[in-house]
């Protein structure tokens, strides 16, 4: 099992950055594979970005292709989202989440992770 905290949230103006953080508890980190969801008001959690469990691989979502950035540091059990040129519609809760570690299916539905932290709010001005 492994626990998961998001930092790094906060109110930023329209194209600006913010870098967030997800620290994990344990330490079988690198078995686990992550991913960043978010979830705006009224509308149904997103998958934004995931990454394996090296870090030899990421996937986006198109809407933040080119803009975000997730990378890990297994050694310091935390994995990032970098977000830059930031949009008024990029407002949301961002969440971030782990796969189990045999699990090989899709990346992008919420149900393919286990493990989920509590969020972190990101809003941005216009």
């Known amino acids: 099992q492994v626990q998961l905290v998001e930092s790094g949230g906060g109110l930023v103006q329209a194209g600006g950055s913010l870098r967030l953080s997800c620290a994990a508890s344990g330490r079988t980190f690198s078995s686990y594979a992550m991913g960043w969801f978010r979830q705006a008001p009224g509308k149904e959690r997103e998958f934004i970005a995931f990454?394996?469990?090296?870090?030899?691989?990421?996937y986006y979502a198109d809407s933040v292709k080119g803009r975000f950035t997730i990378s890990r540091d297994n050694a310091e059990n935390t994995v990032y989202l970098q977000m830059n040129s930031l949009k008024p519609e990029d407002t949301a809760v961002y969440y971030c989440?782990?796969?189990?570690?045999?699990?090989?299916?899709?990346?992008?539905?919420?149900?393919?992770?286990?493990?989920w932290g509590q969020g972190t709010q990101v809003t941005v001005s216009s």
């Open positions: 990454i394996s469990k090296n870090g030899g691989s990421t």
């Open positions: 989440a782990a796969r189990l570690p045999s699990y090989s299916g899709t990346v992008y539905l919420d149900t393919d992770y286990r493990y």
